[in-house]
């Protein structure tokens, strides 16, 4: 009997499609902000780039204090529709409004400016916390199924992963849509009007509307089934200790910091694409290419990870992206000196790709493995504090991310960006020139590929794996069973 409670499908296909569209549309609103805000702060607004790289890491890590106020909250909750359901029904509307008022056009200059951008990122990163936190650590009670678990975890990372690349998608788009949208700079001289600050008012309405209705699929449509002691208080201290105690998950939390910049592509990949490809319209040649590699690495994950283990699987894609960005740097080189040289050109796309097969172990494997730390300090202690543990992931993650874009914008700013851009707009200059698009590409490659190496340390000691890990699933399912 309780063999089969480890083993038995509890998840229906309507429920991982809610929790999968969920993610995508929740993902699309980060991705947005993510890739193009720092763009729109600069070009519309008028704002220092690298300046506003560092705002956003100033209001991240400002606003990282609230998450493991939302995780206490979340460990709390007294809600009869469950407590991870009714945190991300409360996020919707503040994540809906603070959305379009971040891609305002606003008559602010100087100081005045700077602190606009700061405040409304600081809003828009606390209503983004509400449904971030519970979104992902619901994942941890839709299944006491541990091979269910990874799965879903997978497939709604592939859809994650889809949604936060979304956006080099709708844009393009809405640049059609919108009347004079097509008007976007281009690097080659052919226009020099900026990116029209409509195009991106509009896309942030229709980006926010979209994922905020499909982020609703996730209270509306799954249930959470892994039983836990409701209402009981947490403290900070508390948490701190569940971090304290749990070492396979200070190993987690180490490792993604270590990796911090291993997407810091993401971050700069309207800049990439303007100084690369020549306008920043063509983003989504750059976006797609290693979105592809990356869903491809998600999706192969459950398979790697049933043969040998999430330990050795992040080790090996890990290492494998070190390697694989060092290369693409190599490539990439060249191909900017010979740009019509077709195998050149090959060569340069398909280790965009192959880059992307490395993010399966940056996007899925710290959530599979924050979900078996939870089980494990289950097993040690008898409490679950999924709030607690997620909302530590999920600040490790937005500062981490936020990290990986100051630096990014950092390389841009000294790669001589922002002059190029203004002597292309003047009719100085046709185009970015070789030393420009290898720091650029240096900082999209090479960066986050040493980033990647780094982080592998921590996880040659993490140990929820094979034997251990079924023992643990497995005696708490036999607790369960006795205290039903």
Same mark, same amino acid.
């Given at each position: 009997m309780t063999e089969d409670v480890t083993k038995q499908k509890h998840l229906k296909f309507k429920?991982?499609?809610?929790?999968?569209?969920?993610?995508f549309g929740f993902q699309a609103i980060i991705g947005l902000l993510n890739s193009y805000q720092a763009e729109f702060d600069a070009s519309i607004l008028g704002a220092d780039i690298a300046v506003v790289g560092i705002l956003i890491l100033a209001a991240k890590i400002v606003s990282a204090v609230f998450d493991p106020i939302v995780g206490n909250l979340i460990d709390r909750s007294k809600s009869k529709n469950g407590k991870f359901k009714s945190m991300i029904m409360y /996020?919707?509307?503040p994540l809906l409004v603070m959305t379009a008022i971040v891609f305002l056009k606003v008559p602010f200059s100087g100081l005045g400016l700077y602190v606009w951008i700061f405040a409304t990122y600081l809003i828009w990163s606390l209503a983004m916390t509400?449904?971030?936190?519970?979104s992902q650590g619901i994942a941890s009670v839709l299944t006491p199924n541990p091979t269910e678990r990874?799965?879903?975890?997978s497939i709604s990372n592939t859809f994650k992963q889809i949604g936060f690349s979304a956006c080099v998608v709708i844009v393009p788009i809405v640049?059609?849509?919108?009347?004079?949208?097509?008007?976007?700079?281009?690097? /080659?001289?052919?226009?020099?009007?900026?990116m029209i600050s409509s195009e991106y008012f509009w896309t942030a309405v229709l980006t926010a509307v979209l994922g905020c209705v499909l982020f609703a699929l996730i209270p509306m449509l799954n249930k959470e089934r892994v039983p836990y002691v409701s209402g009981e208080k947490t403290t900070f201290k508390d948490m701190i200790s569940a971090l304290k105690n749990n070492k396979p998950f200070m190993l987690v939390i180490i490792s993604y910091f270590l990796g911090f910049g291993r997407q810091m592509a993401m971050g700069i990949q309207v800049q990439a694409a303007n100084v690369i490809l020549g306008s920043q319209n063509l983003v989504a040649v750059l976006g797609i290419v290693t979105a592809v590699g990356s869903m491809i690495s998600m999706a192969l994950c459950p398979v790697l990870?049933?043969?040998?283990?999430?330990k050795k699987v992040y080790l090996l894609l890990s290492i494998y992206g070190f390697v694989v960005s060092v290369l693409s740097f190599i490539v990439g080189h060249f191909y900017f000196i010979n740009p019509s040289n077709i195998a050149l050109t090959v060569l340069f796309y398909l280790f965009l790709f192959l880059i992307?097969?490395?993010f399966g172990a940056v996007t899925l494997m710290p959530m599979i493995m924050t979900a078996d730390c939870v089980d494990y300090y289950e097993y040690e202690t008898g409490k679950r504090m999924e709030g607690a543990a997620y909302s530590i992931l999920t600040l490790t993650i937005k500062v981490c991310l936020a990290l990986g874009t100051a630096l990014g914008l950092v390389f841009v700013q000294l790669s001589g960006y922002s002059d190029t851009v203004a002597q292309i707009s003047s009719g100085a200059a046709t185009g970015f020139d070789l030393h420009t698009k290898d720091i650029v590409f240096f900082a999209y490659t090479i960066v986050p590929g040493i980033l990647a190496l780094l982080s592998t340390i921590?996880?040659?000691?993490?140990?929820?794996?094979?034997?251990?890990?079924?023992?643990?699933?497995?005696?708490l399912a036999k607790r369960r069973e006795k205290a039903e």
């Open positions: 429920e991982i499609a809610a929790y999968s569209l969920g993610l /996020s919707i509307v509400l449904g971030d936190v519970p990874t799965n879903v975890v640049c059609l849509i919108i009347p004079n949208g097509s008007k976007v700079f281009v690097a /080659s001289g052919e226009t020099d009007t900026p990870i049933k043969k040998m283990g999430e992307g097969l490395q921590p996880m040659f000691k993490y140990d929820i794996v094979g034997e251990k890990k079924a023992k643990i699933a497995s005696e």
